[in-house]
């Protein structure tokens, strides 16, 4: 078990409970390293059970808004915790900003580096591969990509080389598996790879800020849901999530 964790859970005067209970959490794909690592830590920690459904953030929006059963929601971009929000199933003064990320180029295998800004060859760098990305119109890292090939002026040559993935980690396992030469990922799905190589970091300023929201939803009814998500939040849950490359917002 994590002392980390540990110390945490005495610190918010959280207890094994009587009897165990689940809670429940909807994350984006892109936090699967560091919320597993949470998650194992909260379960030795407290006997509670965490379940955590990872997909592309517009995905589980969906399948929250649709009545799925979740406790906590854990987004890749706002728009699509606003959309949650709007629908009335946020808790009341729970919503917060958590972390922020960046967004990469990455090669399969070893790769030389390369300097990304406008007009940056990128067509010409993939030649007759496919450069892989999460959705480019519905997942918040294909949509953060897109936005930087456009503002980068790049994004109708190589369009038609975009072979897109259900999620960003899909996006990733194409590279790491040599189907696509090059992909466009966050940083920490990079990190956690050791598949593929970091070539080139897309400028900050060259897409929306990648922000992180996290909720509980009206749904969380155990004492688990909420001492989990306190957890998350905590400076114990956020050395774990600045180990894997997250940056911290509060």
Known sequence: MSRRILAAVLALGLATPAAAEEVVVFAAASMKTALDKMAADFQAATGNTVTISYAGSNALAKQIIEGAPADIFVSAAVNWMDEVEKAGLVAADTRRDMFSNALVLVAAGDAAPVEIGPGFDLAGLLGDGKLAMAMVDSVPAGQYGKASLESLGIWSAVEPSVAQADNVRAALALVAAGEAPYGIVYATDAAAEPGVTVVGTFPADSHPPITYP?????????????????????????????EEGFVILD
Request: proline residues 0%; aromatic residues 10%.
């Open 214 to 242: 996290g909720a509980l939803l009206t749904g969380a009814a155990d004492q688990a849901d909420r001492d989990f998500y306190a957890a998350i939040t905590s400076d114990a849950g956020d050395a774990i999530f600045a």
